[in-house]
Every structure is written in structure tokens, then in C-alpha cells.
């Protein structure tokens, strides 16, 4: 007891090979939540049902107080409030948005974090100004390489206290594919206190990292960013001490609406005998979703689904669906998406110390049970 | 392997000593969701903010093609159409809203079910048709005792199959302490499809379970109704066996908004020395919260807060405050509401087999460190 934060500050550790979930990683999972997957039905996910993952606490923030301030290696030092952003020329992107950790709580061994299983997704459309339009309006100064974000909220993580802080290359920030937002609105509402009120970054593509809610502060740098957010954590490493290589854009997955009804806990699914309806959503930061499979046996056999896709929404989503003729007894469903790049889903985990991109295929437990059984 | 629904849907049970949080809880964990606690700050709940629990999925529903049916035991069965609820004089309450296995988690030995520790409630305005108005409109018929309400939302529990369904005795149902709503307005937008879209049952002062959600049928019986979530869940029992008590009214319970800031994983506060506002909120169903106390030793001594009564709000959490003179080392802090009928929150565990009605003091680390440190 030397009253320093690391007391109560650890550093990152990978679970037990039998230890259950603790009570820590319960503490994030009762106050995150991920998307129910029988919300997938809908094109936009209603925000309250669309994942979150907070670091710390959700900032209580006054929009008529709020100001964006653009500095560092800039001509001209830009403050903003939120009507001179909403003078600014808007622009609206239906984005899916994925959690870098999501799968993260399969893995075996588990990396101790916020434990997601499958379900950290959702798509909104989000309304706001290019960044481009600011860094243009502020001037790029020569040596500037990076953009740096800073969010209101504020914590301790594995002992640095930190406001939230990440940065992106200068060609993303200012990039038209994707075309990154500091945005205000979601779904033509004014941005919920979890999603970021009343002001955060959307960057197509990538994982929800680099979408700094409660945004105040860009700073453009020249050199790269070294903070704990981009440096130490979200890096892809399979011991502590390599240095590793950034989480950036989501891998290629594809979840289903589980069909027919839930046992309550056990979360199994009930069907009747006959044809059922197989749908979901696929999506890749990386490319276009080119193709769709599902499988009824675990995995050994494979059937091309039939792809819808959203070609006015290239960072959202694609529906799929297909018709399974199910026979009574318990069935393992699974379904994997490949992009246009090539990358598909892995059948077994691609373990990294992190727990990030994981995109193992989902895998759902369904008894075909008849009627009164 | 007999292709029945007991093979994937077990009976309840208590978990293993010290059996960490299962699979199959963490499942449930990341699907429903608490109120974070920051959030404690605003009067009403954003909704995607508001706890959630759904037994089996998220019905989607069709507001245009929604039905109420009032049958069983009155003069004239009812259907009413949305229109048709929306014509008749509409109230609105302010409610805080709890879930009846608030605090399981906590529990040793744990009940397996799903896992909240503090964080299951939320308050917000519903506006709806008193259910007083709509018996009144169909006619009670002689011998009806309770009125038995059904959702839309189908699933298994402990292998039995069924719709969610609830009673309430006639009494309860027809009163006006509390007065039962049939709501399709959440804080004056039409119910979120997790929140009961688009009509929902509202009784203040009583557990979430009662609330029922995706109402779709009201039938009033001459017995007491023994169905699944009546006779055989949300009792109050030490033992499988024995019939116990049923769930209804909410105990009082005070919660704290966590102060400070915290550290990302093991959600421990930090806070400088000094004077440190604690604030948060407090309420009973069965009755007003008269006295709010903190304790900054764990619960060795106790100085009363300044409690905020929402007199015109009977059903809704009152707010408290106090002021914490913070000197560094590791505090705990907890606080404890008691109501106008003499209820109050214990300082050990009052264990049931369900974890139900869970009203266990909160209690916050808090690391009072200078800064720097």
C-alpha cells in the first residue's frame, strides 16, 4: 500500500486455463453491452440496442459549453463550437461499427478485458462534418504526420492515467475511402451520451477504437503517436514484451439471427422440423463482402447464402440469407463471410494476447424438436 | 439424447462455491445491461442507458398490426388496435424500474441466472391508458380475482415452453397506489423495440417482472394463476422445494455515483484529497425514502445525506447528496436508503435461492491518492 495507482491499476493478464469469467470482467459486461443478435434484423440499429464499450465513465457533457479545439502543427488554431460545426457543409454514412475485442471472451486462454462473445456490432447512420473540411480550414503545417484525438473521458488503465487519446496517419484523416466524420448526430438524432455526446469521430472501416467519443481535442503531430491507447494497447502481439503490429480495420465477419426461439438460460435454440429461414448481416473493413456460406453441420459441409448487398452503404453491412430444411435432433449452424481482398473467417481461434480481431465463425446450438416434444 | 427441450433447458441452480461466472451467464450479461452508474446523474434514463431484461428474444412488432385482446371473465372482450389505445385519456408516470434479481451476482452461493450486481434500474416517464380504464370498458364478470397478462415474447425456461406471462390480483390491478398502466410512450417517443415496442405494462412500485413487455393479451381468471414466472420462478425460497413467497414490491435501496474516476479494469475510483461531492439516487416501492446514509468506512459509521424528495413523483427515485472530506489510503464507501415504513437495506446478504429482491448495500473502492501519484 503505497497509495500509487498501480495498486488498484494491474497490468494486462491472460486468464487461467479453467478460471471463469471475474468478477472484474462481469463489473464491464453489466455496464457494456453488445448488440441482442436477433437485432440484426434491423437495417439501423436502434441505439440502444447498437454495442458500447466505454473505458471509463461516460462523460455528462453540455453541448452549448462543448468546444473542439484543432491545434498543433496547424496554420491556424481553430475553436469550434457545436453551431459553427453545424454551419459546416454535412455529409451521412451508414456505418457498421465493430469492437476490436469482440470474440474476445471465446479464446482460450482469455485475455482479461471486457469479455465479448460475439455480439459487439451495430450500424447507425452518422451525420457530420468531413474532418477533411476542418484540417483544410485549419492549414496542414509542413511535418505534420499524424492527427492526434483526445476524448472528455478520463481514467486510469493498467497504471497511466489517461484521457482517452488515439491517432490516425494524416492520409486517413484527411482520406475521401473511407471518409472520416466528427460527427453529431445518430440516426438523425442527436448523439446519446454513451455514443459520444455531443461530438465523436466516425473512421469507416475501422474497429471502434479509433472513433473517439466525446471528442475536444485534435492535435496534429510530427511524429507518431506513442500513447497508451495506440502503443501499449490495441496491438496485436502474442507475448507482452514484442511490440506488435496496430489494430486497424475490422476483419471479415458474418452473424446470424439465431432462429426459432431461446431457452432462457442456456441460450440454445428450439426449431420445428422443416424449412427454415437462415438470415443475418456480413461486413468487412477491408472490402466488400463478395461472399456468404453457412454450414448446419458444425462446419464440414458448406452452402452458399444468397447476398443483398447495400452497394449504396459500402461501410455498412450486407443482409444474407438461406433457407435450412432442418431434421429433428441438435444442430451446429455457423456461417462465414469472405471479402473481395480474400480474407474470410477462421474454424479455429486466431489467438493473440489482446483478445482483438477475433473473427472466429459464430457458432449456434439448435434443437429441431417437434411440436409438444 | 431423448430430442426433447429438457435436454438443452436444466433446471435452476446454485453455482459451485467457488465457481466463476459460466458461459452461459456471461451470455445473458452481454445481451441485457445495466444502468451504468454515471448515469445515476440524470433524473430520467436515456433509454439505451435504462437496464434491460429480456427472458428469450426481442420481439419484432408491428405497431399497425398490434392487438390487445381483453377476454376471460368480463361482459364484453375487448380488441383494441393502437388508434384505439391512443383515443382514450392518457396518464403519464414517472417510474424507477428494477429487476427483481438485482444484486444475484453478489450472492454466495450464486444463483445461476442472470448475473447483475447493483446496476438493474432505471427510471423514466411512461405514458399510457390506466388499466383501471380499460377493465372498466369491458366489465368485470362475477368471480374474477386476477387479471393475467401475456407478451409476445416466446421462449423455454426450465424446460417448460411458453409465452411470458404474469397475473396481478384484481385489486392491484384495478387500484390507483400504484396506478397500472398499459404504456406506449417511454420519455414521450413510442416505446424502443427492447423496452416492450409498442405497448407495454407499467405497474410503479413493483419488480420488472410485473412490467410486462410486447403486451398482447389481458384475461381475467377466477383462480390464482400458476404458471411458470407466477408459481414456479420469482418466489422468495432457501429451497427447491418449498412453494415460498412471491415477488413484488421493490425493497429500498440507495445507490452512489461512483466518484472520481476509474481505473478501466478493475473499476476502482480514484479521487484527490479534499472535499468530494457524493451524490446518487434512492427509492422503495414500498414506500417513501425517508433517510439516506453514507458510510466511508465500509460501514462502521454513519452520517446522513441530504435527501432531494421528488414529492410530485411518488413512483421514481428521490435524489441524495453529501460531501466527503477525502484523506488518502483505500476507502470503502457504501450507502443505505430507508423508507417511510421502516425498510431498510442490510449490511450482510440476505440470500435467497433465486437471488431475488437483493437489496445488499452498494459498496465502492475508492483510492484517495494525491495527484501525481
Keep these: 500500500m503505497d497509495g500509487s495507482l498501480r495498486e488498484i491499476s494491474a497490468p494486462g493478464r491472460v486468464a487461467d486455463p479453467h478460471e471463469g469469467i471475474s468478477a472484474s470482467e462481469l463489473a464491464l459486461a ?8 436477433e437485432a440484426l434484423h434491423y437495417d439501423l440499429t436502434p441505439p440502444g440496442l447498437h454495442y458500447v464499450l466505454v473505458h471509463y465513465d461516460i462523460p455528462v457533457l453540455d453541448a452549448d459549453a462543448w468546444r473542439l479545439t484543432l491545434g498543433g502543427l496547424v496554420r491556424s ?8 460545426l453545424r454551419a459546416l457543409p454535412a455529409v451521412t454514412h451508414r456505418v457498421t461499427m465493430e469492437c476490436a475485442g469482440n470474440g474476445r471472451a471465446r479464446l482460450q486462454p482469455r485475455p482479461v478485458s471486457q469479455p465479448w462473445l460475439v455480439e459487439a456490432v451495430g450500424t447507425a447512420e452518422w451525420t457530420g462534418v468531413p474532418l477533411r473540411v476542418l484540417l483544410d480550414e485549419a492549414g496542414i503545417a509542413p511535418g505534420a504526420v499524424e492527427a492526434v484525438f483526445t476524448g472528455a473521458d478520463h481514467g ?14 494524416l492520409d486517413v484523416a ?13 440516426n438523425g438524432a442527436p448523439l ?28 496534429l503531430v510530427d511524429t507518431p503517436f506513442t500513447g497508451f491507447q495506440q502503443a501499449v494497447s490495441y496491438r496485436y502481439r502474442q507475448t507482452p514484451d514484442e511490440p506488435g503490429e496496430p489494430v486497424d480495420t475490422i476483419a471479415p465477419r458474418a ?10 438460460m442456456s441460450r440454445t435454440r428450439v426449431v420445428r422440423p422443416g424449412p427454415v429461414r437462415l438470415a443475418g448481416r456480413a461486413w468487412s473493413g477491408r472490402g466488400p463482402v463478395t461472399r ?35 431434421t429433428p435432433g441438435l444442430r451446429h449452424l455457423t456461417v462465414r463471410a469472405t471479402d473481395a481482398e480474400g480474407n474470410t ?8 494476447r489482446g483478445g482483438f480481431g477475433n473473427n472466429l465463425v459464430q457458432r449456434v446450438e439448435v434443437l429441431c424438436a417437434p411440436e409438444g416434444t
Design 30 to 37: 453489466t455496464r457494456n453491452h453488445g448488440l441482442p443478435l
Design 77 to 84: 488554431r481553430l475553436t469550434l463550437d457545436l453551431a459553427d
Design 156 to 169: 486510469v488503465e493498467r497504471g497511466v492515467e489517461q484521457d482517452y487519446r488515439r491517432s490516425l496517419p
Design 174 to 186: 484527411r482520406g475521401t475511402r473511407p471518409e472520416v466524420l466528427v460527427a453529431y448526430a445518430m
Design 192 to 219: 446519446p451520451p454513451q455514443h459520444g455526446h455531443p461530438v465523436r469521430l466516425v473512421v469507416p472501416g475501422w474497429y471502434g477504437m479509433a472513433h473517439v467519443k466525446w471528442l475536444r481535442d485534435i492535435t
Design 255 to 264: 452473424l446470424m439471427i439465431p432462429p426459432g426461439f431461446p431457452d432462457f
Design 292 to 326: 456468404v456460406e453457412v454450414s448446419v453441420d458444425g462446419g464440414a459441409f458448406w452452402t452458399e447464402a444468397e447476398l443483398v448487398r447495400e452497394t449504396a452503404h459500402p461501410w455498412a453491412w450486407s443482409g444474407w440469407h438461406a433457407t435450412w430444411e432442418a
Design 345 to 352: 473467417q477462421p474454424l479455429t481461434e486466431p489467438w493473440n
